[in-house]
């Protein structure tokens, strides 16, 4: 059972980070895919048993791995290795080049190979606001509080309207228990997209740390939030665990634990891309 809030960051950061690299290349962003996979860190992470098929004897989560999934970026690298390697261009369009490598590297897990190819980039184009956005990510899993934060904010020195920087920032600020600075940037983040009940649950687990009393208010809204998403089934657990535990301290507790058991099945629904 894994119920720290903390690890709950960290896998949603490894989250966000597969979010950027289909962002980046294809310029549009399929939320309900993003969902998906954070919300399935939240049921693997949080108050619920994570399978045998994903823990090794240490409680290490381990991924599942399909090669084939792997051809297509991999294909990729090399195409781009190879005009790197004989092309004729310009700075912008080799750090560019750089940048669309490390992305695809860092897809792959190869972290250290997407830093050498981001480093390469910012060495060409120094203004390039979303390599320091990938770099504070590592800095930030790192637990370089420090420089991620210099990171972030040279993004926002760059594009101030970079959105998910706010959320990254709030998450390094969170680590250092910071928590009223990471309200603030939270908040940003949320009133960028009201109606995406995520952005609400990233306050709720900030406030249950800094406003213990605001976060009641804030669970609410994310239940609503969710309940819009998947559904009456979920509304019919909560109605039972309300009339089941009076006590607003355990139904409270108890409503949270079976939203996100109940959010299984809602996974397990195919997704359009």
């Not at 930030?140 to 420089?147: A, I, K, P, Q, T």
């Not at 983040?189 to 990233?202: A, E």
């Amino acid at each position: 059972m894994l119920c720290a809030v903390t690890f709950i960051f960290q896998q949603a950061i490894l989250c966000f980070k597969a979010y950027k690299e289909m962002m980046q290349r294809n310029g549009l962003f399929n939320f309900a895919v993003f969902l998906t996979i954070l919300f399935s860190v939240f049921v693997l992470s949080g108050c619920v048993s994570l399978s045998d098929a994903f823990v090794s004897k240490n409680k290490v989560v381990l991924a599942e791995q399909n090669p084939s999934q792997h051809f297509e970026q991999e294909v990729m690298i090399v195409r781009i290795s190879q005009v790197l390697l004989v092309g004729k261009m310009s700075n912008e369009e080799r750090a560019s080049l750089h940048f669309e490598r490390g992305v695809l590297y860092d897809s792959l897990g190869l972290w250290a190979l997407a830093r050498y190819d981001f480093t390469q980039a910012l060495a060409l184009q120094p203004k390039m606001a979303a390599v320091y956005n990938y770099l504070g990510l590592y800095l930030l899993l790192d637990e370089d509080y420090d420089g991620a934060l210099e990171a972030f904010n040279t993004v926002f020195s760059l594009d101030p309207d970079y959105e998910y920087t706010f959320l990254n920032r709030a998450l390094n600020f969170y680590y250092v228990e910071r928590y009223n600075l990471a309200e603030q940037d939270f908040l940003a983040f949320y009133q960028r997209n009201k109606s995406d009940p995520y952005r609400v649950l990233w306050l709720y687990l900030n406030e249950l740390k800094f406003k213990p009393a605001e976060a009641q208010k804030i669970w609410l809204n994310v239940q609503l939030g969710f309940l819009m998403i998947i559904g009456v089934p979920i509304l019919s657990s909560i109605i039972w665990a309300s009339y089941q535990y009076k006590n607003c301290k355990i139904k409270h507790n108890i409503l949270r634990r079976r939203l996100l058991r109940n959010m299984r099945k809602f996974l397990l629904k195919p997704t359009s891309i």
